[in-house]
Structure formats: structure tokens, C-alpha cells
């Protein structure tokens, strides 16, 4: 507990990959989790950390390795309330998407959910999962497509999205979020 507290205050902000996953029975699902990262641009990769509940694996990480494809949402301002709703322990009955009022669309790359409300989302598939300790997997996921919607700003000539029109929200320690503030421009030196 005395770890957690320290590592979630301290590695901040860190952003949340929103998964949308099926179940092998065709179930809707969907959760955030922070302890998630890009780690690799060609593949495309992510890590995400996932623990078990009660000596189970979470539906999430349980529906990865049924189906092998989900998808990672990218959670900004307008949905931060929702996303907050999806992180209840509820029975693996409950569909998620119903709960939160959020609109299910099908990825084209991959056959998994994501949240139509979402501005980017990542169509992935199961790279490889490293069972790390007793109760905790790491999955690495590979983005097989990227959705943006037209809302987002793209800066010409480039593939960066502009901060400004994302508006990612970051977790922090406990129920603390960071939503976005001034963005300040560092070249680097040559
Ligand atoms: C912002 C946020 C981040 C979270 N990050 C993680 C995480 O990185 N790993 C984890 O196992 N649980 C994390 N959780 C808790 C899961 O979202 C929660 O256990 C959820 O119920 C799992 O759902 P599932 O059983 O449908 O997979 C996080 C919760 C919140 C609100």
C-alpha cells in the first residue's frame, strides 16, 4: 500500500489507456488504467500493467487473452467523468458502455469495441503479455490502426496532433487528475 501511494504520487502525471475489450462470450467491457505507456513507435507499442482482483484476473486483461484484440481509448477532458464510472468493481455481466451512457463503435482493424466519443483511439492487438509477480501482467499491446476524428487539429505537414484540440487528461495520486494546462515549447539544443 505504502509503495502504491508513493509510485502513483510520484510518476505523475501518467496518462490512462481506456481499454475496450469483447468477452469470449461477446460481452461488452471497458476500464482505464494508468499504469500504461507508449514504449516503442515502429511497432507501435504500449504497455499496460494489469492486476487481478481478488486473486482474478480483471475482465480486461482476461478478455485480452480470450480474443487477443482491443482497443486503447485516449481519454480527454469531455469523457473524464464517464471513464471514472467504468472503473467500478462491478460483476463481469456488466457492460461498461451501458453504465457510463457511452456509444460502442467497432474498430475496422482489429474486432474489438471502442468508445465512439473518443477523439483517438488505438486498434490493437496482443503483443505479448510478461507475467511480472504473483497477481500482475504487463501487456504489450501493437496499435494495427490509429482512429482520429476530424475534430482534431493536425499540424500541417506533420502527424502531431495539437495538444490544444486533444485535451488529454492525466491521473495523479489517488483521485486526483491533471487536466491541461499551459503547454510551453523547449526546442532542443543541436
Ligand atoms: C484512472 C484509473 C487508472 C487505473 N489504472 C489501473 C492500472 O493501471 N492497473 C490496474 O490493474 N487497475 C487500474 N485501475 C483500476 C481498474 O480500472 C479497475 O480495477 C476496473 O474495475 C477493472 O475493470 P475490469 O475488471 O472490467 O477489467 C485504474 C482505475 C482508475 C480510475
Redesign the pocket.
Known sequence: MGRYQLLTSLVVPRP?GW?STRSASGSL????????GAISATPMLFS????T?NGVA????QNIRERGEFCINVVTESQLHQ??L?????P?DVD?FAHAGLSVSEAETVDAPYVGECPAVFECRLFKEVDLAPGVSLVIAEALGVRLDPSLRIAEGTHFVATESLRPVG?LAGAEYALLGEVMVLERPR
Open positions: 490512462i481499454v467491457h471497458l476500464a482505464p488504467f494508468s499504469f500504461f499496460l500493467s494489469i492486476g482482483r480483471k475482465d480486461s486483461l471513464m471514472n467504468t472503473a467500478g468493481e462491478y463481469p461498461e491521473r
